[in-house]
């Protein structure tokens, strides 16, 4: 990946649905080379997909809740499984330590955050869970 690449992939990070023209404008490249570019890092795997940022306003309205969880390795896949069906699941994480898993789980209301804790305690193999919800974010890169 040469430093034009990472320019590219800056701007896509700024702003994934930017036009190839807009693109090949800022960086002194015709929209075809940057078009080939693009093709190139996703055919490389460098770029794996595109995403949505969400607004600041949006994202401080959410809550964000931090669920560790011990379990049963026996159950691990089918705990994994039925965590990617639940929408509010941001991310999991398996951790070292007392806990095998960290769930993170972002919703607009307690309610919501409430009932996503009781699916997961009552899920096979789950032996214990402790949960921190986020009171602020101090700063995020």
Known sequence: MDSTDQKLITLLKNNGRESTTALARKLGLSR???Q??????????????????FNAD???RQITAH???SLNPKFS???LHNLKKIPLIRA????SGIYDMIVL???ETTEEIDRILDAIGRMDGIKKTTS???????FEL
Do not use: F, N, P, W
């Open 58 to 60: 949006y994202t401080r």
């Open 92 to 95: 999991v994480y398996a951790v």
């Open 77 to 79: 896949d089918q705990i």
């Open 36 to 53: 080939d570019r693009i093709s190139r890092l996703e055919d490389r795997g460098i770029i794996a997909g595109y995403t949505i940022r």
């Open 132 to 138: 921190s919800i986020v009171l602020s974010t101090k």
């Open 32 to 34: 075809s080379t940057v």
């Open 105 to 107: 789980v972002t919703a």
């Open 67 to 69: 669920v560790l969880m």
